[in-house]
């Protein structure tokens, strides 16, 4: 049985205030992680839990992940945006042009985020988050479908997306060119194996894929550190 993606892991300079804004955009209460940090829980089966973990490193550069937040109507974005920049948040400039229909903002942390105008058909039925999108090539697509056990949802000109047969949001990648790395990922999948699952043994399939082991001195601990094909760090838990 493949591994399970139990939550998309922020690295958060103040874990409790970042946790605080997402709930806020978001509507999910704020609850301690049992594994550490501050978690906010999935608001359905399909969906994921947010974590938000310390770390004493500050932002570098553009994130290679962020989400795209759906609206229903006009109206709805700007509530949207509104609610967001209230909660602490901030218009940024990624290079988007002035005639696109999404807004660009960062949080409290500087995580960039988009909030997409309504009648966009590719996010239709994906719910408030929409997709986690990922700067990314087509073989990090290829290699999270198989990791996951999610269908391709997209595969043209290089660009990838997956989905969970549950449904939920999309993870997509956009294809190169790249952004240049400018360190750890703020951003990281952590994956559980099901029902007690052998960990190792789920390394070892992911490592087959195309992952490798990193050191990025965690020292002695109970997860495992790894990278895809691209290089982004991920996490595999202890079995729960």
């Not at 490193?57 to 109206?75: A, I, M, P, W, Y």
């Not at 929409?130 to 000109?157: K, R």
């Amino acid at each position: 049985m493949t591994c399970q993606l139990f939550a998309i892991t922020f690295d958060a300079n103040e874990p409790g205030r970042l946790a605080e804004f997402w709930s806020g955009v978001l509507g999910r209460e704020v609850s301690d992680d049992p594994l550490g940090g501050v978690a906010l829980r999935p608001d359905d089966d399909a969906g994921f839990r947010l974590r938000f973990l310390p770390t004493g490193t500050e932002k570098v550069g553009q994130n290679r992940s962020h989400f795209d937040l759906t609206s229903t109507s006009l109206e709805d974005q700007r509530q949207t945006v509104a609610r967001a920049l209230e909660l602490g948040a901030r218009h940024v400039d990624v290079g988007q042009r002035p005639d696109e229909g999404h807004v660009v903002l960062a949080d409290p942390d500087g995580n960039e985020f988009c909030v997409i105008e309504p009648g966009n058909n590719f996010l239709a039925g994906c719910g408030f988050i929409g997709a986690l999108a990922c700067d990314g090539t087509q073989e990090v697509g290829y290699f999270w479908s198989e990791a996951l056990g999610w269908p391709l949802v997209w595969d043209q000109d290089q660009e990838t997306a997956i989905r969970s047969p549950l449904g939920g949001p999309k993870i997509t990648w956009g294809g190169p060119p790249l952004m240049p790395r400018t360190g750890k990922q703020r951003l990281h999948f952590d994956l559980v194996t099901p029902d007690g699952g052998d960990q190792q043994a789920e390394v070892d399939r992911l490592l087959s894929l195309g992952a490798t082991r990193i050191d990025i001195g965690q020292g002695d601990v109970s997860w495992v550190v790894m990278a895809d094909p691209d290089g982004n760090e991920f996490c595999v838990l202890a079995p729960r």
